[in-house]
């Protein structure tokens, strides 16, 4: 048993050994077939995973294609259409990174108040775990994972401390980078853009047509006719009051004299009532 189990282990060595061997001897072996020419000595290499074979790679003449999803070190994107950083130093990124190795200074106007804008912005490679915290949580799509992992130097700091210039790239370099990615973002993009601006649209709408209709509460405008119209009026209806409250008078003073008549009736009958008459 032991033999033929033997036998047959070395029978797939030999198999494989001798299609590596013929596949390396073609005139374009299968590990170079869809890859990417850089000149006579240098060539990326694109390795799926269902490729049989050899998988070794010449490094550095040959480099293997990286996946989309491939993340080093961080980068600052340059929106070449505005014409500025999309980083706005809010500082959540510093906030979520793991190993602390991000720090940001916001820039400020000549009055010394602070702008939307980083002044400074360094992240420390050495430390950094390639997370991509700082991406995931950034709201405005400003820091990405970039795919340079060639970062060998020989003194630690301070040329692994990256700082603004060297960490920005255009959003160029993002979209070839990251097609996917970036290609979803841009439709999500345009999407709360025109949302946006379908917004302004109607409430810019909505203002003008309150701006057009007469607003409630507000009083109407009266011609001088009608103001002095109303003045006539309101003279009679004082006139009126006046009038009544003269009236008014004439008539208590008749009830003061009927209630004194009254008064001396009753006191000639209770002298009466007394005298015994």
């Known amino acids: 048993m032991f033999g033929t189990g033997l036998l047959k282990g070395l029978g797939v060595t030999l198999k494989h050994f001798v299609e590596t061997f013929t596949d390396d001897r073609a005139e374009v072996p299968s590990r170079y077939r869809g890859s990417l020419d850089l000149d006579d000595k240098h060539r990326i290499i694109h390795q799926p995973v269902d490729?049989?074979?050899l998988f070794t790679i010449q490094y550095p003449e040959e480099k293997r294609l990286l996946p989309e999803r491939f993340r080093y070190i961080p980068m600052l994107i340059w929106d070449t259409e505005k014409g500025e950083d999309r980083c706005t130093a809010c500082g959540i990124c510093a906030k979520v990174c793991p190993p602390q190795c991000i720090w940001i200074v916001r820039d400020s106007d000549e009055n010394?108040?602070?702008?939307t804008r980083p002044a400074e912005f360094y992240i420390d490679a050495a430390v950094c775990m390639s997370c991509s915290f700082c991406a995931e949580f950034c709201p405005f799509d400003a820091i990405k994972m970039d795919h340079d992992y060639e970062l060998a130097v020989y003194e630690r700091y301070p040329q692994l401390v990256y700082d603004l210039d060297e960490l920005t790239v255009?959003?160029?370099y993002y979209a070839a980078l990251w097609p996917t990615q970036y290609a979803a973002e841009e439709e999500r993009r345009r999407k709360e853009e025109a949302e946006k601006a379908a917004k302004q649209a109607a409430k810019a709408k909505a203002a003008a047509a309150k701006a057009k209709a007469?607003?409630?509460?507000e009083k109407k405008q009266r011609s001088p006719?009608?103001?002095?119209?109303?003045?006539r009026k309101a003279q009679e209806r004082a006139a009126a009051a006046k009038k009544k409250?003269?009236?008014g008078g004439g008539d208590d003073a008749a009830k003061k004299a009927r209630m004194e008549e009254l008064k001396r009736k009753a006191m000639?009958?209770?002298k009466k009532r007394q005298s015994g008459e």
């Open 51 to 53: 490729e049989e074979g």
């Open 112 to 115: 010394g108040k602070p702008i």
């Open 170 to 172: 255009p959003v160029e």
């Open 214 to 217: 007469k607003p409630a509460g």
């Open 225 to 231: 006719e009608e103001i002095a119209e109303l003045k």
């Open 245 to 247: 409250a003269a009236g």
């Open 268 to 270: 000639e009958r209770a």
